[in-house]
């Protein structure tokens, strides 16, 4: 293999791992969307069912898991997180735009230090702005009484605007500044010149010019913001966002409808590209036939020369959608071939849940019974064995107070006393050493 090919294909092999890895947990996702399971996963596939895009379902438990369109909270948080995203863009792109202006008009000397501390909210982590935010506007709203500042000051989403655009603002920016560094400044010595004022200069001059900048960053400002959780988790306070939603139900039992959402936000994303370079490719198409035009009437003497007509070119992407829809009705058929779709696929999964939920507690029941007999009989066997002692001994009664216990004591004693006074009564000559009869002998 030539080294040339070794390397394309090195570089082709990089690319394709680099794409999986990016895409393939939202490929994964999109797919679990469309899985009738209560929990997101691919494999045990049960049925291909949209529910989750709307009502949701009952569990085999009983327990309520709401579809995308019954979703309350993540209803809440979306609008929530755009009204953020629509506030942050507001204050992100003027001060981006703002701060840019005066890094090209300070003096070199202070362009690094005012760069510098531009660029430094990127550097504390989301954690540290957050927390600032609430403690500088809580004492604020302390200070403030309890009037308007009060309640602004300690509003959820005021707050999260405030926190995300001391961050969100640098990159807003950093756009303006890649944008400015082109920017021809004779244009403005121009029109100054020609008698405009500064603020002609700025809004039919400079505005223009920074327009693409400004769609760039008010699209970044507000993706960053409708993303964000670390700041936001902190300041948004008793409100929800879409972020802290979803991570409250990662928390406490995530349901196919995150995957429901994730699938609709990639298609919004996808169909929101596929416009806009629709659109560019048609405005470059417009500029060059102007050109074109532009150029062959000068050259033809204000006679326009026709172009020739083009053969009709079949769009390489139309290759791509064709292989997408074979898939997806081979795919299809394979689910309708199976029974893998329908209401008589979706009845027979739950109906074997059910079972299995059923089975499985019986199980549980019958081994705390199991358990409950176990304890019962080793607490008898127990007993029994305590008193095994007392039952059991056939001499029993020796230590304590019985019938036969008399009569062994009774002989026990006589034993005894004899014992005692055996020396008295078997002594022959017991009586020498008292005055007895034989002494008088």
Same mark, same amino acid.
């Given at each position: ?8 294909? /090195? ?15 939202? %490929? ?15 494999? !045990? ?27 309350? !909270? ?12 629509? &506030? ?7 001060? &981006? ?28 982590? *989301?954690? +540290? ?10 004492? +604020? ?11 602004? *000051? @300690? ?7 405030? *926190? ?24 403005? =010595? ?16 400079? %505005? ?10 008010? %699209? ?25 939603? +979803?991570?409250? $139900? ?7 409808? +995150? ?17 806009? =370079?629709?659109? @560019?490719?048609?405005?470059?198409? $417009? ?8 150029? /062959? ?11 020739? !007509? $083009? ?30 779709? *329908? ?6 999964? =739950? ?31 127990? @007993? ?17 107070? &019985?019938?036969?216990?008399?009569? $062994? ?33």
């Amino acid at each position: 293999m030539k080294p040339n090919l070794a390397i394309q294909a /090195f570089l082709g092999l990089y690319i394709l791992i680099f794409f999986l890895y990016l895409f393939g947990p939202l %490929v994964i996702m999109s797919i679990t969307a469309f899985n009738s399971a209560e929990f997101p996963a691919i494999t !045990p596939w049960e049925c291909f069912s949209f529910r989750w895009f709307n009502e949701g379902k009952i569990a085999y438990d009983g327990q309520r898991l709401a579809g995308l369109v019954t979703d309350r !909270p993540l209803h809440e948080g979306i609008i929530t997180s755009l009204i953020i995203a629509a &506030g942050v863009v507001t204050l992100s792109v003027p001060i &981006g735009m703002a701060a840019a202006i005066v890094l090209t008009q300070v003096n070199s000397r202070l362009r690094t230090l005012f760069y510098s501390m531009s660029i430094m909210p990127v550097l504390f982590p *989301g954690v +540290i702005i957050g927390i600032s935010t609430v403690v500088l506007w809580d004492r +604020i709203a302390t200070l403030g009484g309890d009037g308007f500042i009060s309640e602004l *000051g @300690r509003n959820g989403i005021f707050l999260t605007i405030l *926190g995300q655009t001391c961050f969100i603002s640098t990159y807003c920016f950093l756009i303006f500044v890649a944008r400015l560094q082109r920017f021809d400044t004779t244009q403005e =010595e121009a029109a100054l010149d020609l008698g405009a004022s500064q603020s002609q200069v700025f809004l039919k001059i400079l %505005v223009p010019y920074l327009m693409p900048a400004i769609g760039s960053s008010a %699209v970044i400002a507000f993706l960053a913001s409708f993303e964000n959780y670390n700041t936001t988790v902190f300041s948004i306070l008793s409100e929800q966002t879409l972020t802290t939603v +979803i991570a409250s $139900k990662v928390r406490l039992g995530i349901s196919p409808a +995150i995957s429901a959402l994730a699938l609709v936000i990639i298609c919004l994303t996808l169909l929101g590209a596929f416009l806009y =370079e629709i659109s @560019r490719r048609s405005n470059q198409r $417009k500029k060059d036939r102007e050109n074109k035009v532009k150029m /062959f009437s000068e050259i033809s003497g204000n006679r326009l020369v026709e172009e020739q !007509p $083009k053969f009709f070119k079949i769009p390489k992407s139309i290759f791509v959608f064709l292989l997408l829809l074979i898939l997806a009705v081979l795919t299809w058929q394979h689910l309708i071939k199976n029974n893998m779709y *329908g209401a008589e696929c979706v009845e027979k999964a =739950e109906a074997s849940k059910k079972s299995n939920f059923a089975d499985q507690l019986k199980l549980l029941q019958q081994n705390a019974e199991g358990v409950e007999t176990t304890d019962e009989s080793e607490g008898n066997a127990s @007993r029994s064995k305590g008193y095994n002692d007392i039952f059991g001994d056939q001499n029993l009664f020796k230590d304590f107070g &019985g019938f036969d216990t008399d009569k $062994k004591e009774e002989s026990e004693n006589g034993a005894t006393r004899s014992n005692e006074y055996n020396d008295i009564f078997n002594d022959p000559n017991l009586f020498k050493n008292f005055g007895g009869f034989d002494k008088k002998e």
